[in-house]
Each structure stands twice: as structure tokens, then as C-alpha cells.
């Protein structure tokens, strides 16, 4: 079976150079449900990446940068759930078979699922992803997921997180499984050396977007 990355397929033979994320239009976002009854959107908003020539694809989470819009709940995630002073980062991994993907002209979309690898608070566990990849002008790519994939918090040991951030809150319950859904531009890389701010082809998903 195909070995297939995240935001990660978005390599081709065409395409000469390294592929780095854009981090100003990509955001990987994550919801809660809190009392059994409100539901939360949250994100992360600085995410890298890159994707080699050689197939070898990664994305980096840096999860002090977790945006609840609550400033002390932001607090309390990086030292209680995350604790970013000890894991600072999630990583996911990849190889990628970029077979077909050479075949897309400018705004051709594609439907793969992906299978990686997430490295979290110390335990790695595989990941799956349904995404669409749109290509883009000037060897861009945007790839956001079609459904959200669901972490559970046991599988990364961060149940112990999650049961002070529901005391100090007083909270009679958190969802232990987090859906997780990402929105992410890909840019050859000596295009995105070589390119003013303003000349950047921006995300299609940021016209539609709340964030």
C-alpha cells in the first residue's frame, strides 16, 4: 500500500525542489466538548514542514502555540496537557509514493487517504487522514481534510491533562477523543525564498474560513 503523509502528498516529479508549508496560511485546528454540552473549536497557528525530493515528509506542531481564544486556558494546556517545556512539539511522519500527483494541472483536485505517524508527548501512534489536494499556480498546493480524524488522549498519556484541566475549571466532564481537521499551502522551496510578501497566492479555504 502507498505510504502517504498529511498535507505531505503534495510532492511531484514536476516539481524540482523541496516543498516547504507556508505557515502564514496553514492552521491545524481542534475541537472540545466540555459538560457533555459545549462544543469549543480551538487551533494551533504555527505549524512547518517540508516535504524533501526524496519523498521524506515533515510537519512540526509547535504546541505552545495552541490558541483557545482564553488566554488562561491557553496557559493552562501548555503546562497541565501539553506540557511545552518538556515535549515543545507533535511531529508527523512520513514517506510519500508521489505517483499521479505529477498528472494535476492548476486547480485539479485529488481525494487521498493518508496514513502517517504522530509523534505526541512522548508516544507515537499512527494517524489517518482523508484529504483533498488542490494544485495551485507557481508550484503551490493546498491540502485541507474532507473529515476530521479523532485522537484519543489515552493513546498519547495525556488523560492526567486533561482530568486538572477539568478541576481547575470545574468542569464535570472533557471529551477524551479530539477531532482534529487542517488546512495547509505547500510552495517549492525557491519560491518561497525568492517571494515578496505580497506576491504569495493565498489559501482558497482563508475566503471561507472563520480564522
Known amino acids: 500500500m502507498k505510504k502517504l503523509l498529511l498535507p505531505l502528498l503534495l510532492a511531484s516529479p514536476l516539481v524540482s525542489a523541496d516543498l516547504l508549508l507556508d505557515k502564514d496560511v496553514s492552521q491545524l485546528n481542534f475541537g472540545s466538548i466540555k459538560n457533555n454540552t459545549v462544543a469549543e473549536l480551538h487551533r ?10 526524496n519523498g521524506k515528509a515533515v510537519i512540526t506542531v509547535d504546541l505552545a502555540s495552541v490558541d483557545t481564544r482564553i488566554d ?7 503546562e497541565h496537557l501539553f506540557q511545552v517545556t518538556k515535549f515543545p512539539s507533535a511531529v508527523y511522519t512520513a514517506s510519500i509514493d508521489i505517483e499521479n500527483i ?14 502517517g505517524e504522530l509523534d505526541l508527548h512522548g508516544h507515537k501512534k499512527p494517524l ?31 488523560g492526567a491533562g486533561v482530568d486538572k484541566l477539568q478541576e481547575i475549571a470545574g468542569l464535570s466532564s472533557i471529551t477524551r477523543a479530539v477531532p482534529v481537521t487542517f488546512s495547509a499551502v505547500f510552495r517549492e522551496k525557491e519560491a518561497e525564498e525568492g517571494e515578496d510578501e505580497g506576491d504569495k497566492e493565498e489559501s482558497p479555504l482563508k475566503k471561507v474560513l472563520p480564522f
Not at 44 to 53: C, K, P
Not at 102 to 115: F, P, T, Y
Not at 142 to 157: H, K, L, Q, R, Y
Open 102 to 115: 505529477s498528472d494535476m494541472e492548476v486547480g485539479n483536485i485529488q481525494q487521498r487517504r493518508l496514513k
Open 44 to 53: 494551533f497557528t504555527t505549524l512547518s514542514g517540508e516535504i524533501d525530493r
Open 128 to 158: 489517518e487522514l482523508l484529504v483533498r489536494i488542490v494544485r495551485g499556480t507557481g508550484g503551490a498546493f493546498t491540502v485541507f481534510t474532507v473529515e476530521p480524524a479523532f485522537i484519543s488522549v489515552s493513546d498519547f498519556a495525556l
Open 72 to 78: 488562561i486556558r491557553d496557559q493552562r494546556m501548555k
